[in-house]
């Protein structure tokens, strides 16, 4: 058996036709053990996570291609680099440098603009702004950008999320002992804290809830446990073994609904 302390995470599968034939040998194997021997929680979860893991390591891993720059920030880095290259060169005007070349360029760039030399501080303040603007844009799509992944990353790992937050980036491979758990509660759970049982609020819940009565216990039924699996989100679950999985071999689920 696996034991907690072994376990691996689980690497994320991409949807494949491969993945399903997987899949489909996989299920076809518990089906054949769960009707020859009746397992516990305990046991289904290791069943499941032993299948999840030969299933991930067989999947061949996607080749990742060179990542290419954004288009918005591919055109906002143009615009940068064409305003700077401007008001270089009208620095040079500034400082006294009256090259043929330098008149040239400055030419190019006023014809361009539908300027003349009259209004050539007045452009270059221009310029300026524009600069100006053109760095806070790419500062906010940046900001966007950042919300985006932190957004996908809630969705398919919330624990790193958290981790990225917090700016913890190491992360607990073994539960905490006995003692540590003891301890912990302890301070919370046996700490004598005289709390107010007789405050207002305490009367208005008992009798606006005077007419509540106890629920009655229900067996839970295959139905129940796969309305809560379906409901559930593939990749988002805080163990080691995602609801993609426990999705995935519906063969346990009659199993997973008699141990509980």
């Known amino acids: ?16 036709k491969e993945l399903d034939q997987n899949i489909e040998l996989a299920k076809q194997a518990l089906v054949n053990i769960a009707k020859e021997y009746p397992l516990n ?20 891993d996607t080749p990742k291609g060179v990542r290419k720059e954004l288009l918005w920030k591919r055109r906002l880095q143009q615009k940068v ?3 700077c290259r401007i008001l270089s060169i009208f620095s040079y005007l500034m400082l006294g440098v009256t090259s043929r070349h330098v008149y040239k360029q400055i030419r ?3 014809r361009l603009a539908r300027k003349d030399h009259s209004k050539l501080e007045e452009f270059t303040k221009d310029i300026k702004i524009k600069l100006q603007a053109r760095a806070q844009w790419r500062q906010r799509y940046k900001k966007r950008q950042q919300q985006f992944y932190q957004n996908k990353l809630f969705i398919e790992d919330t624990k790193k999320i958290y981790q990225l937050l917090n700016k913890q980036q190491n992360s607990t491979s073994e539960p905490p002992s006995q003692p540590a758990v003891e301890t912990f509660w302890h301070s919370i759970l046996e700490d ?12 208005d819940k008992e009798k606006a809830n005077q007419r509540v009565t ?3 216990w229900t067996e839970l039924t295959l139905t129940n446990v796969l309305k809560v699996i379906k409901r559930a ?13 426990l999705k995935s071999f519906n063969a346990l689920h009659q199993q997973l609904t008699r141990a509980m």
């Open 192 to 203: 004598n804290v005289k709390h107010n049982n007789g405050a207002l609020w305490i009367k």
């Open 214 to 216: 106890p629920q009655a």
């Open 233 to 245: 989100q593939n990749w988002k679950s805080n163990g080691l073994d995602k609801n993609f999985w």
């Open 41 to 60: 929680i305990t046991e289904l979860n290791t069943l499941e996570y032993v299948a999840a893991a030969v299933i991930a390591d067989e999947m061949r």
């Open 1 to 16: 058996s696996v034991t907690i302390k072994d376990r691996k995470r689980l690497k994320h599968v991409r949807q494949s």
């Open 81 to 83: 680099d064409q305003h």
């Open 108 to 110: 190019r760039i006023l």
